[in-house]
Antibody
Framework: EVKLVESGGGLVQPGRSLKLSCAAS????????MGWVRQAPGKGLEWIGE????????NYTPSLKDKFTISRDNAQNTLYLQMSKLGSEDTAIYYC??????????WGQGTLVTVSS | DVVMTQTPVSLPVSLGGQASISCRSS???????????LHWYLQKPGQSPQLLIY???NRFSGVPDRFSGSGSGTDFTLKISRVEPEDLGDYYC?????????FGSGTKLEIK
């Protein structure tokens, strides 16, 4: 069974940084692109970016490229999202997802990030 | 960025009835490799999104055949026949032909 478990969310002050993790199991993590999507409270879905199998290709939505960094550790079956200079507009549930073929297939349950003083 | 216009915003349906959701893109979603990367997701209340349809018309694993996708170019449709209570929630289209990938704004399927 494919399982994706995000962690690392919580309350963070404006301007600070936070690093999210996504632990994968039930599939060969090394063989899949992975991605991040977020959802602000009561709003729709926003694609953040994606990373290929060996981390040689990383794509971001342009508005987040200077603030967010996606990485992965294939030995640990873990995907990461490093977020910096956080503002209230970054308050959202953050989802990781497996990307078998240019679409997000399986999603985690999400982790809530709240940016507030 | 490609703008995905999803209609209607809200869709009241009767159980056992049929629902149709439209998704229109601001530019063609035909990739240079010939594929069309338009997908559909359902987000049930309090849950993460789940994939229903990928590449316009392919049902994902375990998705009942009550769900069907169609369309081409810039105009796409998701149809749900014989609506069941478990189908209620927010539906989103996603285009992954052009970077950055973009979602529609969502359609809430609710009981009439």
């Amino acid at each position: 069974e494919v399982k994706l478990v995000e962690s690392g969310g919580g309350l963070v002050q404006p301007g600070r940084s936070l690093k999210l993790s996504c632990a994968a199991s039930g599939f060969n993590f090394n063989d899949y692109w992975m991605g991040w999507v977020r959802q602000a409270p009561g709003k729709g879905l926003e694609w953040i970016g994606e990373i290929n199998k060996d981390s040689s290709t990383i794509n971001y939505t342009p508005s987040l490229k200077d603030k967010f960094t996606i990485s992965r550790d294939n030995a640990q079956n873990t995907l990461y999202l490093q977020m910096s200079k956080l503002g209230s507009e970054d308050t959202a549930i953050y989802y990781c997802a497996s990307r078998p073929s240019r679409y997000m297939a399986y999603w985690g349950q999400g982790t809530l990030v709240t940016v507030s003083s | 960025d490609v703008v995905m216009t999803q209609t209607p915003v809200s869709l009241p349906v009767s159980l056992g009835g049929q629902a149709s959701i439209s998704c229109r893109s601001s530019q063609s979603l035909v990739h240079s490799n010939g594929n069309t990367y338009l997908h559909w997701y359902l987000q049930k209340p309090g849950q993460s999104p789940q994939l229903l349809i990928y590449r316009v018309s392919n049902r994902f694993s375990g998705v009942p055949d009550r769900f069907s996708g169609s369309g081409s170019g810039t105009d796409f449709t998701l149809k749900i026949s014989r609506v069941e209570p478990e189908d209620l929630g927010d539906y989103y289209c996603l285009q992954s032909t052009h970077f950055p990938f973009t979602f529609g704004s969502g359609t809430k399927l609710e009981i009439k």
